[in-house]
Nanobody, 120 residues
Framework: QVRLVESGGGLVQAGGSLRLSCAASGTIQSIDVMGWYRQDPGKQRELVAQ???????TYSDSVKGRFSISRDNAKNTVYLQMNSLKPEDTAVYYC??????????????WGQGTQVTVSS
């Protein structure tokens, strides 16, 4: 019903920048919440940033002032601009959407994950 395609991960040196994108397609009426999570091997998946319909944002303390989340409602796409990257930002990043389907329920969707590696 809904397909998510993530892009933008890669290898970058400490202090560098990356921009992640997550585009959704399918029988979407609205996307109520759009967010980014990350997960290191052996650790729990943690919230990085989240943006809701009215544009309000939430950030984890570890990325405040360095990362910025934004959304393009016309394109059903969420972005994560990551600046001043640190080695501890290395993880697999997943987008997460809470979607209201056309003539359907609210459902949660996860992207396939994209690797971000920050070298020191």
């Amino acid at each position: 019903q809904v397909r998510l395609v993530e892009s933008g991960g890669g290898l970058v040196q400490a202090g560098g920048s990356l921009r992640l994108s997550c585009a959704a397609s399918g029988t979407i009426q609205s996307i109520d919440v759009m967010g980014w999570y990350r997960q290191d091997p052996g650790k729990q998946r943690e919230l990085v940033a989240q943006i809701v319909t009215d544009g309000r944002t939430t950030y984890s303390d570890s990325v405040k002032g360095r990362f910025s989340i934004s959304r393009d409602n016309a394109k059903n796409t969420v972005y994560l601009q990551m600046n001043s990257l640190k080695p501890e930002d290395t993880a697999v990043y997943y987008c997460h959407l809470l979607v209201t389907l056309i003539r359907g329920p609210n459902l949660s969707y996860w992207g396939q994950g994209t690797q971000v590696t920050v070298s020191s």
